[in-house]
């Protein structure tokens, strides 16, 4: 392995330390909800856990993304290499510090309230310079591959993003309004961006489809993905008494959201149906990330952008269900990324991790997603219409957030498994 390359792989190993980390966190906080009382939920306090795997689960996907996004880099190279290994070296140092320091502040209780922006300014800093640093080096090797060129698009608005997120604004209106739009750029634009670029290639690596049918697809599908994320972004700022058009567009939303994200099934549906002799398992968490974005913001997203509904379920673990769905797409393409290149770094057409993982997180997801969705539905309902206390509300969810915390534990144990194999069967240097 070239040095580039073994800088990319351990960026994909960091990124399963985090979601082994995250899945403790989330199981501590989804404890919470059924026993506010019991020994193993009182060890932090509930804003401490959320604040904490809200950025371990941050911090994964963007690691996952990071080391996908420069293992594609060198592929077209004939020498695995970029111009600047130095600078990969560099940037992949500072964001290791960085992890660090992240599970450190979060442990302290020093992690701010912000939702999707926990992170303290110092930190914040240091995440734009590490990731501004490998997104250079990647830049500065003039790359001819589409996906790449998606991928250091988005890569570019995370980094706007976290700027703006610097800015201290000068009233609290003001606050929320760039706080939400931060987040939401984030989240909804930047992630998926490059999320699309990592599929793209991945495309390419386990299907037969030809490099001038991606090649033209990635354009118009990370198009349609950074309209439908623009709308998804206004309907936070309904609360905040935005204009009237805003209201309008987000009416629009409902049909042009799940529109943008059906393309892009339809896209990796045709690489789907096409398989190479490719036996690695990159193809099935691609499915999987593909379900994950039609549920999230392609549903959920699209529904929650109705101001008429959003009014009602704003706030609620609808909200969250969107957020996490959101979140975890990528997350899984990255894993999908992280057993492709395992494989082709050991020389290996073989499967790295096996199919137990898989479903056991594929499962896992889906349950935890509907126990989450039917709770959200029901405190809608009971808070929202009913006007239900929310003490009443929560006690009355038990039986769904157990589901929930069993659906987390089911992929908890997915994702213990796929580490240890993808450990087990790691690169020789």
């Known amino acids: 392995m070239t040095q580039t390359q073994k800088t990319a792989y351990r960026l994909l190993v960091q990124m399963l330390v985090m979601l082994l980390l995250y899945a403790l966190a989330a199981l501590l906080g989804a404890v919470k909800f059924l026993s506010p009382d019991d020994v193993l939920a009182g060890s932090l306090p509930y804003n401490q856990v959320g604040a904490l795997a809200n950025v371990l689960l941050q911090l994964a996907v963007l690691t996952g993304l990071l080391g996908g996004g ?96 610097l800015i201290v604004p000068g009233d609290f209106i003001q606050a929320r309004a760039l706080q939400t739009l931060v987040a939401g750029m984030t989240l909804y634009v930047a992630y998926p961006l490059m999320a699309v670029a990592l599929g ?16 033209t697809g990635i354009y118009s599908v990370a198009g349609l993905v950074t309209a439908a994320g623009a709308l998804l972004v206004l309907p936070p700022l309904y609360a905040l008494e935005a204009a009237e058009w805003v ?56 529904l929650q952008a109705v101001p008429d509904i959003s009014r009602y379920t704003l706030g609620t673990r609808l909200s969250d269900l969107q957020t996490m769905l959101t979140v975890f797409a990528p997350a899984a393409l990255a894993l999908g990324v992280a057993n492709q290149v395992a494989a082709e770094l050991r ?56 589901l929930w915390l069993g659906g987390l534990a089911l992929a908890a144990l997915g994702l213990v498994i796929y580490a240890l194999t993808f450990w087990r069967r790691r690169p020789v240097a």
């Open 70 to 165: 420069v293992y594609a880099a060198l592929t077209v190279r004939a020498d695995a290499r970029l111009p600047h290994e130095r600078l990969v070296r560099v940037g992949a140092g500072l964001w290791t510090a960085l992890l660090a320091l992240a599970v450190i502040a979060g442990l302290l209780g020093v992690l701010e309230g912000r939702h999707l922006l926990e992170l303290p300014p110092l930190l914040d800093a240091l995440q734009i310079a590490a990731a501004g640093v490998i997104g250079l080096a990647v830049m500065t090797s003039k790359p001819r591959l589409p996906a790449v060129q998606v991928w250091l698009v988005g890569l570019g608005i995370s980094l706007l993003a976290g700027l703006a997120g």
């Open 200 to 215: 793209f290639w991945l495309m390419q690596r386990f299907s037969n489809v030809t490099p001038t049918w991606a090649d």
């Open 247 to 302: 209201g309008a567009l987000g009416t629009i939303s409902a049909v042009v959201i799940p529109v943008c994200y059906l393309i892009f099934a339809a896209h990796g549906y045709r690489a789907l149906s096409d398989r190479n002799p490719t036996q690695t398992l990159a193809a099935h968490w691609f499915a999987l990330a593909l379900l994950l974005f039609l549920l999230g913001p392609g549903l959920l997203g699209a």
């Open 347 to 402: 020389g290996h057409n073989r499967r790295v991790t096996g199919f137990i993982p898989f479903w056991l997180a594929a499962f896992g997801m889906v349950i935890a997603a509907l126990a989450a969705g039917a709770a959200g539905v029901a405190q809608t309902y009971l808070e929202r219409l009913l006007s239900v206390g929310y003490l009443d509300t929560q006690t009355l969810l038990v039986p769904l957030y157990t």
